[in-house]
């Protein structure tokens, strides 16, 4: 299987791009280079494509459902009371919007948490993008349910497209037995972790009450934090957490647009940079954000973290290294980067579109000017998506 893409603009020349079976083999091929597709991209740049590293698919259908009320009446009156009403057939039709929209917008890989993992999973094969499916760990789950998830995780073989993930969602939700066990489970299957930490000061005061510690620190003491735990959010950290979860080798996937809409706070992006902790980006769900769309979210995460007055603070090379190779290396892909050798996904956008001209900074125009229109193909390895 080969596609050659003719025309695109790459590093500020036009190439002919070939790529077999899955991976660019040659970013300067000739015109006539043999292929089984060919893609004329003329008016195009090429650039990688995005990684959403949190969010939950299905909540689509949440989309603008009790928005602008406090954290607690938001989920309490209206998230939780939605979500007990949810079949399988809505969590399939949920997860085919947000998967529609995200390679609309460029997004080729999510890591997802959420319930009814195999109408999700059913969806991104069939659309032809990649995905990690949490199965989600609670407090509250029937022994049952439990049993059955733990033989899932022990049975499970990852594809090319699909891996999963266990996902204890979080220090609040998931007692300190259950946290150790689950951990253990996907340790011992090659599992990755996937949590949600320090989103609020709620969270944080909470669990200083019961543990004497911050969730950082509490999780540092019973083991959970390693370089196979990605975890979200992050807001509330200080200095000291930040080295602990760069030592441990920790993922964090920051989500702006639900932490600013939340009201959760500002990611300290002054620690964490400093620390050399990976960093990557994710939406959350649609139902605190509210798309799935990255290229916004590289654009918001930019602007917050220069509001305190630093500008040179994040700069757009950097916040589109966090939402394209960060997030891939941290699923073991080999990709997020447009380089021979690598797996084939990109984006292709219109150098036409008014808000990509003029081009003095190709990436510029990309994280502070573009919006998703300007996209006008998305390949996912090799295939064209979009
Ligand atoms: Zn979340």
Not at 60 to 68: E, I, K, P, V
Not at 72 to 84: G, K, Q, T
Not at 200 to 224: F, H, N
Not at 305 to 313: C, I, P, R, T
């Amino acid at each position: 299987m080969s596609l050659l893409i003719k025309n695109v603009m790459l590093d500020g020349q036009k190439r002919n791009i070939l790529v077999r079976d899955g991976r660019f083999v040659c970013l300067d091929a000739a015109d006539g280079a043999e292929a089984g597709e060919v893609l004329n991209a003329e008016g195009c740049a090429i650039l990688p494509a995005f990684y959403n590293t949190h969010t939950h698919a299905a909540m689509t259908l949440l989309r603008g459902y009790g928005d602008d009320n406090p954290l607690h009446v938001w989920l309490e009156e209206y998230v939780w009371p939605y979500e007990s009403k949810m079949t399988a057939a809505d969590i399939r039709r949920g997860s085919e919007l947000a998967v529609r929209e995200m390679i609309a917008s460029g997004t080729v890989f999510f890591n997802d948490m959420y319930f009814e993992i195999d109408e999700t999973m059913d969806v991104v094969e069939q659309q032809g993008i990649r995905a990690a499916i949490g199965v989600t760990v609670m407090e509250n789950h029937p022994a049952a349910l439990r049993d059955e998830k733990a033989a899932r995780i022990r049975a499970w073989r990852d594809s090319p497209s699909l891996s999963l993930v266990v996902a204890p969602h979080s220090v609040y939700t998931v007692g300190r037995e259950t946290f150790i066990s689950s951990t253990r489970l996907a340790r011992e299957n090659g599992r990755r972790i996937h949590i949600h930490l320090c989103e609020t000061e709620k969270e944080v005061r909470d669990c200083v009450a019961q543990t004497g510690l911050t969730p950082v620190r509490y999780l540092d003491s019973i083991g959970i934090l390693g370089p196979d735990v990605i975890a979200a959010h992050c807001v509330h950290v200080d200095k000291e957490e930040w080295d602990i979860l760069a030592e441990r080798g920790v993922t964090v996937s920051h989500c702006p647009c639900s932490n600013m809409k939340l009201g959760s706070g500002r990611f300290p992006y002054e620690l964490a940079i400093a620390s050399g902790v990976r960093i990557t980006l994710g939406t959350d769900g649609c139902s605190s954000n509210n798309n799935l769309d990255l290229r916004e979210e590289m654009k918001f995460a930019a602007l917050l973290a220069k509001v305190n007055g630093d500008a040179e603070l994040l700069s757009a090379p950097q916040i589109l290294q966090w939402a394209t190779r960060n997030g891939a290396e941290a699923f073991g892909y080999d990709t997020g980067v447009v380089e021979e050798g690598k797996l084939a996904d990109a984006i292709l956008v219109s150098l036409d579109s008014p808000k990509m001209q003029p081009c003095h900074n190709l990436i510029s125009n990309w994280v502070y000017a573009a919006d998703s229109s300007c996209i006008k193909h998305v390949i996912c390895n090799g295939k064209i998506l979009l």
